[in-house]
């Protein structure tokens, strides 16, 4: 039986490559969960916001609605890892904001990839889900136009995602990015703001990063990206 690195943070694709609209699922669920328990990411067509908890990915899509995916969907991109905080906090009354600066405050860990994790309970939760795409797929720019908003109040759920440091915009969102999924699965998606009412505050760093290419995509092969502006186009979809 293979031994479990839990301190390696795996990520298929790049988040570069969504600028162009490369939309085209290369990796199946089946094998994205053979790299990690927790994570997100996003699906074949750019359809929606991924969250893996326990194991399990979960779509949620325009509509608000959530989705158990099946072992054989595919992603574009996604970042997974095998769950083994390092430190948890219990806190109340933080909001976004304040659990970010905290974990950089209390944490060495400003120059390294970190999971964040945050099980309890939310007094606000404001999420946003993308939109599927058709071919031929728009960039990511035109792609992000319209993103449906969710927002609920005194929501229980887990919230997972990654910290990673300014050096690797383009590779991931430099910064926080997280998603949430309710406990209900009555909210889910990218988190744009809430505020914690009482929960455990995680976070587990990663001594390695391994970036994983989709080798078999001749449309990613052939890619001329344009680094021009491409931290701009990510910032105004992703955060």
Request: aromatic residues 10%; without cysteine; charged residues 20%.
């Amino acid at each position: 039986m293979a031994v479990i690195d839990k301190s390696v943070l795996y990520q298929h694709g790049t988040l570069s490559l969504l600028v162009p609209g490369l939309f085209e699922g290369t990796m199946t669920i089946g094998e994205l969960l053979q790299h990690g328990d927790s994570g997100i990411g996003t699906v074949q067509d750019f359809n929606g916001e991924m969250v893996v908890l326990d194991g399990r990915a979960y779509q949620v899509v325009e509509t608000g609605e959530v989705h158990e995916l099946t072992a054989e969907q595919s992603v574009p991109f996604a970042t997974v890892h095998f769950d083994n905080p390092k430190a948890t906090t219990h806190e109340t009354g933080l909001t976004k904001a304040d659990v970010e600066q905290k974990l950089l405050t209390d944490y060495p860990y400003k120059n390294v990839f970190y999971a964040v994790k945050i099980q309890g309970t939310f007094s606000h939760m404001l999420t946003r889900v993308v939109q599927k795409q058709e071919k031929p797929y728009p960039n990511l720019t035109e792609s992000t136009k319209t993103q449906p908003k969710f927002k609920q109040e005194n929501v229980k759920g887990t919230l997972i995602g990654y910290y990673a440091p300014e050096l690797f915009q383009g590779v991931a969102v430099a910064g926080y990015h997280v998603h949430f999924l309710s406990n209900d699965h009555s909210i889910g998606g990218h988190v744009l703001d809430y505020t914690l009412a009482e929960g455990d505050v995680s976070i587990q760093p990663f001594a390695s990063l391994q970036q994983h290419f989709p080798l078999e995509d001749p449309a990613f092969l052939k890619e001329d990206f344009n680094y021009a502006g491409m931290s701009t186009s990510i910032n105004k979809a992703e955060k």
